[in-house]
């Protein structure tokens, strides 16, 4: 369901407006394609907690190039999957797994962040706020866990607040590379996700990562997080 | 292949010469055998040394790399991300009486764990790797390799440009952080292009690691952004020492039958 939303509508309208030949075909035949989701604020708006440059370099570059070769992979996904050529099939799973993964992420990452002045950094109210003294003790306890869980990742991933629609409970976990939460557990619904890979923080903290990770919490957007945990378990 | 400094800051392992620089940061040495015999034992004024590894110099200055790696670059992977897995480790290993006796090699090896790694693989695997790394370049580095390497990659591979392709190809392709690796199979007794992610290293498996490329992100990001292409471009085009992969090719082939030996028909 949260992939419906990722396709956009500029997909459909783009098609108009002299979209590559081959995303053409492709559309025509049936096969969605995705695209990069604006970001709902300026480049800029999230400084001083992560700068101009970052943001652009991690849309327009990281992200777009995720999208890009996830749109490759499912085209010849759907070639193998014509052909019937299974091989071909189980071979693009992990292109699809880590692009796809990687469009996912993002595009969750975008909404979870917000400038101070929009809310970014408010703490939750209502319903979240109080699962997570209840879940997990309170709100500096869990940013102390995830600045931990955070801080300890070796290489690449994804530090997550989730909740398990199941139990409804919060729980805090990691994954690797572009793993979305979901492999984790089926039942994880992915409330806040914060992007440990070194290009999320690099340029600006170097190999600092704790202070990435103190510094985020300014611009969390705890709004959209209550919104995603509101809707699980009204 | 160059010379190498140990940091002044950090000691070496305690069967290699002490340097002079050192002396002021001695802890005590753990000696199991001579704490037996007694607080007494050790003279009060022995100062306490905790040594295991030290950070190892890459055998050319820092700026030495430029433009292809900035000095800038180097000054944050070698002084801050090698060193804290050099830091890192020697306080894992304080805690440890036994992985401190290990050599590297050894201490990789068996805290790999045949892929259960222990906590301290990650900082053992990534001193070793980085240790090689540095050594794998040099400035003026890149063009091709020569003689017998050059003779048993075109054997492996088809061509050396066909090798340069599946390597960079590696490096694209691989997910995440990692290393790239050309690699003498020791038991298929050939050359192979190998990725692995994160701290894994081939020795973990007993093959050979000639030579290799760092594809974490923080290798490349200051210098070349996003743009690991253009990184491992200039690596193999500027970087890399084809004269260390041949002295270290000659002495795997101590240890590997690449060839039958030529024996001469009477």
């Known amino acids: 369901m949260a992939l419906r939303t990722i396709v956009s509508r500029k997909t459909l309208a783009a098609l108009g407006s002299g979209l590559r030949a081959e995303a053409r075909l492709a559309a025509s035949r049936g096969l969605v394609t995705f695209s990069l989701p604006d970001l709902p604020y300026d480049y800029g708006a999230l400084e001083p907690a992560i700068s101009a440059e970052i943001m652009q370099l991690h849309h327009q570059k990281h992200h777009q190039t995720y999208v890009t070769n996830y749109n490759k992979a499912l085209e010849q996904l759907e070639d193998a999957m014509a052909k019937g050529d299974a091989l071909a099939v189980v071979k693009l799973q992990s292109a699809i797994k880590f692009n796809g993964g990687g469009h996912i992420n993002h595009s969750i990452f975008w909404k979870n962040l917000s400038p101070i002045r929009e809310g970014g950094g408010e703490p939750p109210k209502g319903s979240l706020g109080w699962a997570i003294d209840t879940d997990l003790g309170s709100m500096e306890a869990l940013v102390q866990r995830m600045n931990a869980e955070g801080a300890a990742l070796q290489g690449s991933g994804w530090v997550w607040l989730g909740l398990d629609k199941d139990f409804k409970k919060l729980v805090v976990e990691t994954t690797a590379n572009q793993d979305p939460l979901v492999t984790k557990g089926a039942n994880l619904v992915p409330l806040i996700g914060i992007d440990v890979w070194e290009h999320a923080y690099y340029l600006q903290y170097k190999n600092v990562k704790p202070d990435y990770l103190k510094n985020i919490w300014k611009v969390i957007n705890w709004k959209y997080a209550s919104e995603v945990y509101e809707k699980e378990c009204h | ?240 020492s084809w004269h260390v992969v041949t002295a270290r090719i000659i002495r795997a082939e101590a240890f590997v039958n690449l060839g039958e030996p030529k024996i001469p028909v009477a």
């Open chain 2, 1 to 240: 292949m160059g010379s190498f400094s140990l940091h002044a800051s950090c000691l070496a392992k305690h069967n290699l010469p002490w340097s002079n620089g050192c002396s002021q940061n001695l802890n005590s040495l753990r000696i199991p055998a001579l704490q037996q015999r007694g607080p007494g034992f050790l003279s009060r004024k022995a100062s306490k040394i905790l040594a295991f590894y030290g950070l190892k110099s890459p055998p050319y200055a820092l700026d030495a790399l430029e433009p292809y790696m900035s000095k800038r670059l180097l000054e944050t992977h070698w002084g801050e991300h090698h060193h804290g897995y050099v830091e890192g480790l020697n306080k894992q290993l304080e805690k440890n009486d036994i992985l401190y006796s290990y050599t590297l090699d050894e201490l990789v090896k068996v805290t790999y764990n045949n892929g259960n790694p222990l906590p301290e693989f990650n900082n053992a695997a990534q001193v070793w790797n980085h240790d090689f790394f540095w050594e794998s370049m040099q400035p003026g580095g890149g063009g091709m390799p020569e003689l017998g390497l050059l003779q048993q990659i075109e054997k492996d591979f088809g061509s050396f440009t066909n090798f340069k392709e599946k390597f960079i190809e590696a490096s694209l392709s691989l997910f995440g952080s990692g290393w790239v690796w050309l690699v003498l199979k020791r038991q298929e007794k050939r050359l192979e292009v190998v990725k692995t992610s994160n701290a894994v290293n081939p020795i973990a498996w007993d093959d050979i690691p000639l030579m290799s490329l760092d594809t974490w992100e923080h290798a490349y990001y200051q210098d070349y952004k996003h743009d690991r292409g253009k990184y491992v471009n200039a690596f193999m085009n500027h970087l890399v």
